[in-house]
């Protein structure tokens, strides 16, 4: 087959070997969003060039004119495939549906097929010759109706693609922008190029199609944004949508320390606007937040709160300073994110106060109640004792139902002397009052201490009452016999309180190697096993609607029989069976606990 060797083939061939480099370059990164579309394009554009040359290096003229339909391949998908990167590039992603790129495809694959089947229609040439142009034999054509279809929707779909271009540029943020004119600058090469061939501007490329030159310069300009600026690695709507409306504040530095982007958030906070902080230092432009500009100096990254301004203009902010470093791992920047934590520090400072006042009210409540009770007991006490006086006829005589009245009186008092000196303890134990005395005694000596108390009362309910020590105990305990007593007293008297019929039995025995027991069984109304643990809370009582015979109580006594437990190293625990009785057993240690207090 009869060749040609033109001046042309060699720019032609160079174009051809840049294109393929910048395949080769992309294929390994097709992953990046908009790569494949790039690679697509080089096929296109190399499929053009390859026809462009074939069709200068054969001289025959059909041979010629195969190569020229075969250029049609690149040429109509080479407009298509811009639009759709640039639509991909900026954001617009979810417009490449298949049915938009179908329709768009309708036009260039009409051409395609009028170009194969020009020889029976001639809407595309109407009519081919050949001749010489600049010492070349070269295909010239004169140009149908569909041809100028063809062109108009090529260039449509150029300008397209460049509006779409023009739209996000002036859209974006600075760190975007850039990239975006770069692009947008190699969109206008194949208008001018195309120009030129057209036109025939420059006489010695006659017949020659600049058009692949000017592609491959928006080429060289896409891939540049593509994998240099990794342009999509951030996809610019993504950012927009995200970083433009977070109310964190994000401020980009470069390598430099230079501010490169900047959202309103930080534009607030720092109270300049993006064209004023775009580009200056961030020492300079982060003055005020001196701390912060301390911290990149050296750190590679940091997270801490910080704050700023002084009385009503004091504002916390949790600051974030993260290295960016390019895929070679050098440094190439930093992101600053502020966020304002003013309200969460406000919170956590009037919740810390709260509890504060909480504590004060509630240690004015115990000092109160001591006091209080304290200064109550010697009036009750009188009046018990004057009392006790008049009915036993002191001042003189009394009748029977003067007696008896006397009797409600005493009673009644002496209910309150109780309770007044419950709360007198449990404000003692709540301040941390309590002292023990320690000291060797004999639990013989403990028994009797309470026996006369617990006999009266049990007497007065007609109840049993058995009290014994076991023989099996060491003759001595060591303890303080006048808290023990308040715990057995305690415990004897509710077994009194909630029992209607039957006995009471009190036993000081040992419990284990290590501990002896005070241990106070009754045959009373038992307490629910829901109820067993909240009966040691402070002023904690069964409900009155859920005991059958409720009692007058403070519901103190069991709490302070666990709180002096507790301290003298002990415990307390409960048995109950409803409506069967209830076995209080309190656990203390031979040796005087560690709890205690001397
Ligand atoms: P108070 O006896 O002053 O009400 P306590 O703290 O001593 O307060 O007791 C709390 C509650 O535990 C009592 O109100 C009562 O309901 C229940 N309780 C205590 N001891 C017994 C017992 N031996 N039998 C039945 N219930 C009891």
Redesign the pocket.
Known sequence: MPTQSTPYLVPLLLVIACLLSLAVYAWPRRQIPGAKVFLLLMVALIAWTLGHLFEWTFLDMSTKFFWVRAQYFGIVAVPVLWLLFTLQTTGRGQLITRRNVLLLLIVPMTTFVGIWTNAYHQQFWVDMTLGLINNAVSLRTTLGIWFWVHATYSYLLLLAGTYVLILSSRKTSHLYRQQLLLLLFGSFAPWVSNAITIFELVPAWKGLDLTPFGFLLTSLTMAWALFRYQLLDIVPIARDITVEKMTEGVIVLNANQQIVDINPAAETLLGCSMADAIGRSAREILAPWTDLVAEFGELPSAQEEISIGQDDHLRYYAVSISPIRDRRERLSGWVIVLRNITERKQMEDEIRQARDEAVIASQMKTRLLANISHDLRSPLGSILGYTEMLQAGVPGPINRKQFNMLTEIIDSTEQLLNFVN?LVEQAQLDSGRVVFKTREFSPDELLEAIQSTARALAHAKSLEINAQVSTDLPSTLSGDPYWLRQIMI?LVS??I???DQGRIRVDILPEDATHWAIRVA?T????PQDALED?FEPF???DSER?ENP?R???????IVKQLAALMGGSVNVQ?TLGQG?T?SVLLPYKAGAGGKE
């Not at 009373?524 to 307490?527: L, Q």
């Not at 109580?553 to 709490?559: A, H, N």
Request: avoid cysteine; glycine fraction near 18%.
């Open positions: 419950n305690n509710n077994a309180k909630f029992t009754d009373g109304r038992g307490i009966i904690e009582q069964i005991s009692t109580g403070s519901g103190l006594g069991l709490s109950s209830s209080f």
